[in-house]
């Protein structure tokens, strides 16, 4: 079946623009994350949905990062007023519901602020 | 700050040896833990997933656990070029009902020597 889906796949905008990241989940998967991944690190998290509702969004990093689901399958990661410190792979991920579930990654969206 | 610790390699082992990954975590509430293969540029692939202590065998791959030592490894066999790339320890959070937040190691970058 088809995986996690990102898209675009690559942005590159100026500093102060919005942007908006937007990803499809596994067919079926309730759970779904975003992550943040910058050069030589791990994925970092953001925020985690179960359903429509954000059950854990204590990764975002300040309150220009906000993320919606609002019908429980596609989500919309949004930055506001970017920065060029926001510039990384921004990873989606979903998994079936439950504590401990394997998650599964989509390819991201290699985010450029110039 | 909960880590997960790995050594950044390169780890360079020729074609057909077994190639040994080593992780340490930090949060003694972690119940569970994942490996993932990050090819150069792109997304984190999940190939074990680990819950109990001992060992788990998937083909040629073999993921260990020891909670005591808050320890986590993966063994991969008959190691192919094709195995080269970076791999990703991750353990879930374990405080808080948060058995979902992946903290990911900075990944250990593998190279296999036809």
């Given amino acids: ?114 | 700050q909960k880590e997960v610790e790995q050594n950044s390699g390169p780890l360079s082992v020729p074609e057909g040896a077994i190639a040994s990954l080593n992780c340490t975590y930090s949060d003694r509430g972690s119940q569970s833990f994942f490996w993932y293969r990050q090819y150069s540029g792109k997304s984190p692939e999940l190939i074990m997933s680990i819950y109990s202590n001992g060992d788990k065998e998937d083909g040629r791959f073999t993921a260990q656990l020891n909670k005591a030592s808050q320890y986590v490894s993966l063994l991969i066999r008959d190691s192919q070029p094709s195995d080269s790339a970076t791999y990703l320890c991750a353990a879930t959070a374990g405080s808080g009902g948060s058995n979902y937040k992946l903290t990911f190691g900075k990944g250990t970058l593998l190279t296999v020597n036809p």
Avoid at chain 1, 35 to 45: A, D, T
Avoid at chain 1, 76 to 94: N, P
Wanted: hydrophobic share 30%; aromatic share 10%; proline share 6%.
């Fill in chain 1, 1 to 114: 079946g088809a995986g996690v889906s990102q898209t675009p796949s690559n942005k590159v905008t100026e500093k102060g623009k919005y942007v908006e990241l937007r990803c499809d989940p596994i067919s079926g998967h309730t759970a779904l994350y975003w992550y943040r991944q910058s050069l030589g690190q791990g994925p970092e998290f953001l925020i985690y949905f179960q359903g429509t509702g954000a059950a854990d969004d204590s990764g975002l990093p300040n309150d220009r990062f906000f993320a919606v689901r609002p019908e429980g399958s596609v989500s919309t990661l949004k930055i506001q007023r970017t920065e060029r410190g926001d510039s990384a792979v921004y990873l989606c991920a979903s998994s079936q519901p439950g504590q401990g579930q394997p998650q599964h990654f989509g390819d991201g969206t290699r985010l450029s602020i110039l």
